[in-house]
C-alpha cells in the first residue's frame, strides 16, 4: 500500500497515512481531527545509464556534423 502526505485544513498539521489504492473515504487530522487534503508532489526523476549526458552521446561522426552544423548557424562555441 502506498503512502500519501496530508495536509490538515483547520491546523498546520501535515502528516502521512498508508492507504490503499481503492480507499476513497475522509481522512481527519490526527491533531484536532480537522479535514484532510492529500498533497500531490511532484515525482523525482533519476537518469541512469549512459546516454544522458554530453560526454556520453552519439558518435565520432555524429559529433563532427553537428559541430559543423552548429558553425554553420553561427551556434557552436566549443
Known amino acids: 500500500m502506498p503512502i ?3 495536509q490538515c ?3 498546520p498539521s501535515r502528516f ?3 492507504r490503499s489504492f481503492s480507499d476513497d473515504s475522509q481522512v481527519f487530522c ?4 480537522g479535514n484532510a487534503q492529500r498533497i500531490f508532489l511532484p515525482v523525482p526523476i533519476i537518469f541512469k545509464g549512459s546516454g544522458f549526458y554530453v560526454t ?3 558518435s565520432e561522426s555524429y559529433k563532427k ?3 559543423a552544423d ?5 551556434v ?3
Open 56 to 58: 556520453d552521446y552519439r
Open 9 to 11: 485544513t483547520c491546523c
Open 70 to 74: 552548429g558553425e554553420r548557424h553561427g
Open 16 to 18: 502521512e497515512l498508508r
Open 76 to 78: 557552436y562555441h566549443g
Open 4 to 6: 500519501y502526505e496530508y
Open 65 to 67: 556534423a553537428a559541430r
Open 30 to 33: 490526527p491533531q484536532c481531527g
